[in-house]
Nanobody, 126 residues
Framework: QVQLVESGGGLVQPGGSLRLSCGGS????????IGWLRQAPGKERDGVACTSSSDGSTYYATSVKGRFTISRDNAKNTVYLQMNSLKPEDTGVYYC???????????????????WGQGTQVTVSS
């Protein structure tokens, strides 16, 4: 049974940084496409970044490109999301998600994912 666990959320001032982690059990990271998605109050859950299992390619939403970096450490079975230059509009619950596929690319579309973590709150406010 795949279980994903996020950590690293919190309250940060605009312009600050946070690093989110996604680990868990019941899966081998090289076999899975991994994404980070966020949901702001009253809005849909949207893709922020993802990393492909086949070659480690990464993809970002336009709103975070150049500020966020997703990375995976297969040895630790963990995916990270480094968030810099945070803005109030980055506030939301951040979810780690996965689907099993060793070929092809990951996705920023929430419907692609089969497994989800419980989410971690990120609040950007002065």
């Amino acid at each position: 049974q795949v279980q994903l666990v996020e950590s690293g959320g919190g309250l940060v001032q605009p312009g600050g940084s946070l690093r989110l982690s996604c680990g868990g059990s019941g899966f081998s990271l090289p076999d899975y496409q991994i994404g980070w998605l966020r949901q702001a109050p009253g809005k849909e859950r949207d893709g922020v970044a993802c990393t492909s299992s086949s070659d480690g390619s990464t993809y970002y939403a336009t709103s975070v490109k150049g500020r966020f970096t997703i990375s995976r450490d297969n040895a630790k079975n963990t995916v990270y999301l480094q968030m810099n230059s945070l803005k109030p509009e980055d506030t939301g619950v951040y979810y780690c998600a996965a689907f099993q596929r060793r070929t092809g690319n990951c996705a920023l579309n929430r419907w692609a994912y089969d497994y989800w973590g419980q989410g971690t709150q990120v609040t950007v406010s002065s």
